[in-house]
């Protein structure tokens, strides 16, 4: 017998049954599935009014050698309402495919930076269910774009003075309604800066000429209470008695208008300010011989146009006697 010709048949056997088990190994390998998103800068709009939605691209690729039925889902913090096109479909072995991910952040979201997380799932393989799971994810993260908006809530001014002249408070209140915590600046409007000098009031240039500057809190309220808006020394004729009190009053009405302006819009190059108009209507009250002397050139500038009792009884008298002296002319 020759030996050497059986050790190299039974080699070639060998060799022949290990090539065909590992073979069979790969073409039996176990099944999975990759994915793998674009990673963009992707910045979203959420303020009221605006349409929001943004897009990316997800390669989803099936590594095994088996044909698979991939199910593609996305899940967000915030709950957000996406699309995927297409969300299932099947993929041979070695196989790729893109798929396109929208996703709908709500309107006013608060502006922040998010995680949107993506997985690609075998849910089949050759038309049956897998054995066992085999998944695998990739995050995307979005930015959700700041935005200004506030409105005021209440405003008004308080002037009331006893026996002494007083100067304006101002106070008021803002609702924010930005996604984020802004700043907010208050400002007397320049053209209402000397809408009440005429009453003898002066703004306070020095304390609120640059404005004044309040943060928001946390539930949205923005909060300005200005002592000495407008200050006084000495009120002036323009002031107009009030019968309507059982006490010597003195009173007038006029406005002002106030401006209100967000930080974050000016630092970003679009200024974004509200406006109202605000009704000042100082009362001063005064006690029976209290009375100062600007009080009286009030009253005695009213008095020249409408004559004391005094002087009529002295017109009626020169008139009576004109009447006389013409009868008796006629007479004679």
């Known amino acids: 017998m020759d030996y050497q010709k059986v050790l190299s048949v039974l080699s070639l056997l060998l060799t022949t049954v290990l090539f065909t088990h590992v073979a069979g190994a790969q073409q039996n390998a176990a099944y999975s599935v990759e994915i793998e998103c674009e990673q963009n800068q992707l910045i979203v709009d959420v303020k009221p009014g605006s349409v929001t939605g943004e897009s990316f691209v997800c390669t989803v690729t099936n590594p095994s050698m088996h044909t698979e039925t991939i199910n593609v889902f996305a899940s967000d913090e915030n709950n957000i309402e996406h699309q995927i096109n297409p969300s299932s479909f099947d993929l041979s072995a070695e196989e790729s495919k893109d798929v396109t991910v929208t996703f709908y952040p709500m309107i006013r979201t608060w502006a922040d930076d998010y995680i949107i997380n993506i997985t690609a799932e075998v849910t089949e393989v050759y038309g049956g269910p897998p054995p066992y799971s085999s998944y695998d994810y990739d995050d995307v993260e979005y930015t959700v774009a700041k935005y200004t908006e506030f409105e005021f809530r209440w405003s008004g001014t308080d ?108 630092e970003i190059g679009s200024p974004h300010i509200e406006t109202t108009n605000i009704l000042v209507k100082p009362i001063y009250v005064f006690e029976d011989g209290q009375q100062p002397e600007e009080y009286d050139d009030i009253v005695g500038k009213e008095e020249d146009f409408l004559p004391s009792v005094g002087i009529f009884h002295t017109i009626f008298i020169i008139n009576l006697a004109l009447i006389v002296s013409a009868r008796r002319q006629k007479i004679l």
């Open 159 to 266: 002037a009331m003075g006893y026996n002494k002249p007083e100067s304006v408070f101002l106070y008021c209140e803002l609702d924010s309604l930005s996604n984020f915590y802004d700043k907010y600046t208050i400002y007397v409007a320049d053209e209402s800066k000397s809408s009440l000098e005429k009453y003898g009031y002066t703004f306070n240039e020095a304390e609120f000429g640059q404005g004044i500057t309040r943060a928001e809190e946390s539930d949205g309220s923005v909060f300005f209470n200005l002592y000495d808006l407008f200050t006084i020394d000495n009120i002036t004729s323009e002031w107009e008695e009030d019968d309507n009190y059982l006490n010597t009053v003195l009173t007038f009405e006029s406005e002002i208008m106030v401006e209100v302006e967000s930080h974050y819009s000016k």
